[in-house]
Every structure is written in structure tokens, then in C-alpha cells.
């Protein structure tokens, strides 16, 4: 790796991220090249498959508008279960908690979990708390991993784009990273963002049930935004994608607070959205079963899979001009979840 | 609970943490009373049973003699895996790392975690990455989350202690505990106190094959040390314990630092060793399959279940005085996983 310290974008999801992996954490411990990788590990067991991951959360601050890092750390592992297409059915909880951190703070973020583990119909089965001197953590760091279990054969990888594959997402793009950044001590966006935490694997069973095998990859774009996530698929795809500007999602207040801070929502986070690529002749009709569904009110369709080739991700611009999009570079959000 | 903020022994393993999961977290993650909680779920799956678990891992100084926090992390879900009777068989790794941490660290803690996960015989399957500022973690902290399988229809439950069970242990007592104080920064004990970080899985393994259903609780006494783990057992069980003080195995350096520094080894953290309370016509035949295994040389039987009662837990001294033990109060060492 060409740095020899851990800088703050090695955590972005990004370029940086993209590097460690492959430098140095996946030569370690999984062997799976990245490009193989996908939000959750399926296993086989006794005949049947399982899907099984983890994240660690350590938002800051840990509560802000529209969430906290309670129902962040239930939907976030809910959603990589439910993106492998699997049913989400149990989680862990690793809590490390900051000595003085108010034990009301604490009370708050697990009545948040409780309450997102009840809606997203998923079971806590163990957990464990440590706790570390003032100084040495910041407040509350989460872990949740989970597993789920599939009501279907199908195989939904990031490696399954095909050209002609229509790409969908459920909604306006990059209002948890926004709602994050207005929480924050010190700014003041004077705006009602709210991060969409939420689980998606309701929306994802419909799909399913709807279109089947026509559902080709599914990918919920958090750390990076919708733009690293694409080109995350593009390059396991193998396959060239061309997004729509104006077909993007993105609410009035995001769209002002970005420009105020000279960021770009195809990078901001997002932790209830997915992305969806289809079979064309499937596309009209999961964006019906999105607008249905109350996760997917503002579903559309951003884009296309344009060609069979490197792995290279196109924005046609309102007027038309054709800009690359690379994976995000350094870190513009540390902590964002 | 009685008090308002975090405090460091919140996080010791003893009665301070069981307060909090008692009053604060348990009941809004779990449900299940602590007297039910083991340290793995078993969760049934397609009509088999799976065992899932999470640790989080957080020891202060991260290489200390004998071992460090990668190998800690593997060893220690393994290990929570294995005391339910399951073979641990996938693990997913959580890495929350600090700013400015040397890269060639996280490599040498990698390296560490493969090497443990190849000798214990499971497949890293997933994991994630996440990067705060400088002064907002301690280097860094890794979760493990991990899936068994069950080989056999045993159930070895905290609850499953009878009166007359033999209680053995696989060697000596206290020597992690005191092996990360001796590394950390400043402290000096002239020793060479090693870890004794080790999977028990194959031991364990080794008992069901030859005592089947007369094992009856395994548990890995880690933070609390033993004295805390057996009063768990103690009043999970509904019995009374007593420990014969001359049987402990306490080897003569570990001895001589909590002399120094005034620690009891029967609270010192083990990070390799297991309690197991089997009926005693099998006690015998547990010791001799403990004495031929790697892990196992320096085992003992070191008490018995002497009554059906409050959970009380005796030490009896060399001297035949009785003494009521209790479990960890305050914190005497904290980050030691």
C-alpha cells in the first residue's frame, strides 16, 4: 500500500477503502477478490443457503435527524442481508461504550434498536458490551452482524449486471449523509433533512416476488453514495453504465445544502435506499411495485447498462455532455455511519 | 440502574455489567433473563440447530505477551462457539480503526487473525471497515461474529449444573489477565507470563466424544475470571459450588505478580481455558481426555456442586476455612479483551 498510516479515507468506502482491501485486509482474510464480494456472505447448511454479515457503526454524531446510531445499526445490517436477497432473521449487537457516556444516551440508542429490530420483524440473540476510558472511544460504537435465510433460489450478486439491464433506485438519493452532516455541532443547514434510515427487505421481497430472475443485482449505496456503488458494479460486472442527471433523485433541501458545501449527492450516503438493475422488460414493472411500497414512493429509473467492457460508469448531463464517474476519492464525510 | 453515566466496570464482566444488562439492556434487546443467557444463541435452522455469537474486542495494549488482539478475536468467538457444545465454522470480522494507526500493525493484527482462523479451521466469510479521527478510538478495535453447526443433540446449557457434578478446569488460571498488565506500558513484572489465547473447540470436542451427555456446563471463564464465571453458573443453575483453594492451578509467575500487586487469580481473565461440570462418574475419564489434549496438560478437577440452593459459590482454603465468593465488583483491570 503506498501510505503506511490509516488515514481517515480509508474508512470512505471509496478509493482509499477499495486499496486497503485489497492491499492488505483481503489477502488476510478472505481470499475472495473484491470484485467477488458482495454486502453479504452466502453459506450453504444442511442443504440450505444462509446469508450471514457484519458492520460496525460509529456515526457521529450519534443522533441526528431522522435517526440515530441505534436504528442505523439494525437497518444497515438488515438492508446487507436483504440485498443478497435474503430474509433478514437474527442479529448480534457489539456495543463499546465510552466511560461517562450518559447512561440516558445509552437507554435512547437501544430503545431506537429495539424498535427498529421490532419493525424490521428481526430477532437480538446475543450480544456483548465493552467498555473503554474516557478518551479512548467516542461515546458508542455499534456492531450488528446478522443472518438471513432465502425464500428463493435466486442469485442476486453484484457480478450480475447484464447489458440492457435498467438500474432503479427507490428514492431520492443522498439524505443520510446530508442529515448526518446538518446534526453536527457547529453547522447549521437551517433545513429539515432527514436521514432515510430504514429497512428495505420488504421492498426487496416484492421485488422479488414480481420480477424473479429478471432482478439481476441489488446494492444499497451507503458509504461512497450511489456513484462508488455503481462503479463497485460495473467493475464486477464487467459491464459500462450510463446514468441519467436528471432522472436522479435528489430532494430540494439536499440538492440546496449540497451546493452551499460543494458536495456532490451521487456521493452521499444513503441507508434506505438500493439499487436495483433489471431485465429491461421487468423495469416498468418494479418501479410500479416501488411506487407501491412505502420505501419506494420516489423510485425511478437513473440509468442503464450501456455496453459490455471495463467497468467504466457515464453521467449524461442535463445538456447532454457524457462525464465519467470515478469511485470516490479521499474522504469528503468521515463518520457518516 | 443506580448510576447515570458509563463506568469503567460496567465493562468488567462482574456485578457492575450485570446490572447494566440487567436494567438497561436486556430488557430492551433481549427478553431473555440473564440467568438464561449463554454465550452463544442456538438458533434452529431447516430443523438443524446453529450457534451464533459476537464479541468485541477492545485490549489494551493490542500485542502483548503471548499474543494479540487478532488472535484474541478469533480464539475468543471461537471459543464462546464451542462452550455451547457447537463447531464453530464461519466468522465475520468488524475492524474499527483510528486514524494514524500503522499500517504495518493492522498487518502484523491480520496476519494474526488468519493464522488463528486457519488453526482453528474457520472461514472468515465477511467484514467490514470503518476509520474514525485520531483520539476517537484506541487503534484499534475489532468485533467477531460467528456461526457453529452441532455434531451431536446435547444441550450444554449455564442452567445444566447438578448437585455431585465435578467441576474441572483445562489448566492454569489468570495467566492472559496478567500477561496483557505485563505488557502494558510502565508496568514491568519481570516475567514471562505468556497469553493463554487458544481455541478449545477440538477439546471440547474431545469431551463430547467421551462423556457425551455426563457434561452437563462448559464456560470460558474470561473477563471475572473464574470466581465470577462459577458464580454465573452458580445462580443459573440454582446450586451452590464449592472450589477446593489447594486444587486451583495458578502457575508460580502469574502467583507472584497478583501477590505483588495484589490481584486474586480466581478473578484474572483466562483467554484459553474452559470450566466444564460433568456428573462425577464421569469426571475421571473428562480429566484423562483433558490431560492428553494440547490444551488440557495442566487440568484439574477443582470442586464440586455440593448443594441445590441460592447459587452460593465456597472457597474452601488450604487451611479449611470456607469462604463465600462472589462475583467481580468495580474493575480491577480494564481493556483486557
Not at 446530508?178 to 434510515?197: K, N
Not at 435528489?250 to 440538492?255: M, Q
Not at 455496453?307 to 460508469?313: D, H, I, L, N, P
Amino acid at each position: 500500500m503506498t501510505n503506511n498510516i490509516i488515514l481517515l479515507g480509508h474508512g470512505s468506502g471509496g478509493k482509499l477503502s477499495h486499496q486497503l482491501l485489497d492491499d492488505v485486509i483481503i489477502p488476510r482474510l478472505s481470499g475472495l477478490p473484491q470484485r467477488e464480494q458482495n454486502d453479504a456472505a452466502v453459506l450453504s447448511h444442511g442443504g440450505r443457503r444462509l446469508a450471514f454479515t457484519t458492520d460496525s457503526y460509529v456515526v457521529d454524531p450519534i443522533f441526528f435527524p431522522g435517526g440515530d446510531i441505534g436504528d442505523l445499526a439494525v437497518n444497515g445490517t438488515v438492508n446487507d442481508l436483504a440485498m443478497s436477497g435474503a430474509r433478514p432473521l437474527y442479529l448480534t449487537v457489539g456495543l463499546i461504550l465510552e466511560e461517562g457516556l450518559p447512561v440516558a444516551d445509552l437507554e435512547r440508542v437501544l430503545d431506537s434498536m429495539k424498535a427498529a429490530a421490532a419493525a424490521a420483524g428481526v430477532a437480538i440473540v446475543a450480544g456483548d458490551t465493552k467498555v473503554v476510558p474516557r478518551g479512548k472511544a467516542d461515546k458508542i460504537f455499534i456492531n450488528t452482524a446478522g443472518i438471513g435465510v432465502f425464500d428463493h433460489d435466486l442469485e442476486i450478486l453484484g457480478s450480475g449486471a447484464r447489458v440492457g439491464d435498467q438500474i432503479l433506485v427507490n428514492g431520492t438519493i443522498g439524505d443520510h449523509g446530508m442529515a448526518v452532516l446538518a446534526g453536527r455541532e457547529g453547522l447549521d443547514l437551517h433545513s429539515d433533512i432527514q436521514s432515510d434510515t430504514a429497512p428495505l427487505h420488504e421492498l426487496v421481497a416484492d421485488l422479488i416476488a414480481g420480477v424473479g430472475r429478471d432482478l439481476h443485482v441489488l446494492r444499497d449505496p451507503t458509504r461512497g453514495g450511489v456513484a462508488t456503488t455503481l462503479k463497485e458494479i460495473a467493475l464486477q460486472s464487467n459491464v459500462d453504465l450510463t446514468l441519467e442527471e436528471p432522472a436522479l433523485p435528489v430532494g430540494e433541501a439536499v440538492r440546496g445544502a449540497c451546493a452551499i458545501l460543494g458536495l456532490d449527492p451521487l456521493y452521499v450516503a444513503n441507508e434506505g435506499k438500493l439499487l436495483a438493475l433489471l431485465a429491461p422488460e421487468a423495469a416498468g414493472r418494479a418501479l410500479d411495485i416501488m411506487h407501491r411500497h412505502p420505501q419506494g414512493r420516489h423510485a425511478a429509473i437513473i440509468g442503464e447498462v450501456t455496453g459490455a467492457s471495463a467497468g467504466k460508469v457515464y453521467l449524461r448531463t442535463a445538456i447532454g455532455g457524457l462525464r465519467a464517474i470515478e469511485m470516490l476519492a479521499g474522504e469528503q464525510l468521515p463518520r457518516i455511519c
